[in-house]
């Protein structure tokens, strides 16, 4: 291991993944200013308003939302009657991709999305969440993203079926889609839709094929001031296996895990082309670069931050290995171009 990334191991996630976001990362809620955000828990506060629907970097690309407009194969139609608790954003996207939005009987505080889910019961978060409110919502099967052991344990008892789904790379996505398709009934429905994100993914490889390549750092949330070791992306997680399609570089060695903190030392001397950051709603860094330059000015003589590339991409879906990932995909291509 190269002794300037320093990795961590990868904690249970409030969401999921994306990475609940942060669904990915976090085994407790933490300040994105310091911490990766959890990606079952963008940073946003429970009144925080439902997700607005997003809008791809490149309109032309018509990236159709499948979590907002779900493609169901008619031979599949009506659903299973299966009731389904979703732990995370991510999953409860994958549900309703699926067309199994009506199965849906409860959902985390961080299920925002698509518009109107708010109106299922919540059970909390991943950390927080209530064994009572579970089991009065009666599900026929629980689905967590990755493995949520602590999640699992306390839901033990109530001898519910539990269904783990996994969310770190494009090929989970994959995978999980997949398998949600065949516990609901819908496998022709699934294979459609990893057929449909399958070609999205081709064309947004397509648009941005030509250009710049950069070697980029990722942060899965905005740099702390005073600077602190941030928590990245790395090799494995879905973000590499995105930008890595169209020939950007992530600065972290191979052998760092796909996501964990690195040091600051780190950062000075792999020096970065670009430097991303993810700022869920835009409170961190509310002046967008201009804000993350200056924070990052405190680290060391960078080029990203000579050249002015530090790029803040707002949005908590960003956070989130879903239906919604190319938008995410043409999101980090459009900030890494020239």
């Known amino acids: 291991m190269n002794r300037g990334a320093r990795s961590v191991r990868r904690p249970e996630r409030l969401l999921l993944s994306a990475l609940g976001a942060a669904w990915l990362l976090c085994a407790c809620e933490r300040s994105p200013s310091s911490e990766a955000p959890d990606k079952t828990a963008p ?13 791809p970097a490149d309109p032309a690309l018509r990236l159709r939302d499948y979590v907002a407009e779900p493609d169901i194969r008619d031979e599949e139609a009506p659903a299973s009657a299966l009731r389904i608790l979703s732990t995370g954003p991510n999953i ?23 518009p109107g889910i708010e109106a299922l019961p919540s059970i909390g978060a991943l950390t927080d969440a209530s064994a009572e409110r579970v089991a009065g919502l009666r599900p026929d099967v629980v689905l967590v993203p990755g493995e ?34 065949e516990i609901a009934g819908r496998p022709r429905t699934a294979a459609a839709l990893i057929e449909a ?8 490889t397509r648009r941005y094929a030509e250009g710049r390549r950069v070697r ?8 702390a ?19 890595s399609g169209v020939g950007h570089q992530n600065v972290l060695p191979p052998d760092h895990r796909a996501f964990g903190s690195v040091s600051l030392e780190f950062v000075v001397r792999a020096d970065p082309d670009v430097i991303i950051e993810l700022d869920p709603d835009g409170r961190m860094r509310p002046q967008g670069s201009a804000d993350a330059l200056r924070a990052w000015g405190r680290v060391g003589s960078l080029r990203a931050v000579h050249e002015g590339r530090v790029v803040v991409l ?19 291509c459009e900030a890494l171009r020239e």
Not at 151 to 179: C, F, K, M, W
């Open 43 to 55: 940073t946003t506060s429970p009144t925080t308003q439902p997700a607005a629907r997003p809008t």
């Open 92 to 114: 409860t996207e994958i549900c309703c991709a699926l067309g199994l939005r009506d199965r849906l009987v409860g959902r985390t505080r961080y299920c925002d999305y698509p």
């Open 148 to 181: 949520s052991r602590e999640l699992v344990h306390r839901l033990r008892p109530l001898g519910v079926r539990i269904e783990s789904l996994a969310d770190t790379s494009l090929n989970d996505l994959y995978a999980s889609i997949s398998q949600l398709g």
């Open 197 to 204: 994100l399958r070609g999205q993914h081709e064309r947004v």
């Open 216 to 223: 980029y750092l990722l942060v899965t949330g905005t740099l």
């Open 225 to 243: 001031e005073p600077p602190t070791p941030p928590f990245v992306a790395g090799p494995g997680s879905f973000y590499d296996a995105l930008l």
């Open 314 to 332: 707002r949005g908590p879906e960003h956070y989130l290995i879903g239906p919604r990932v190319m938008y995410t995909y043409a999101a980090l």
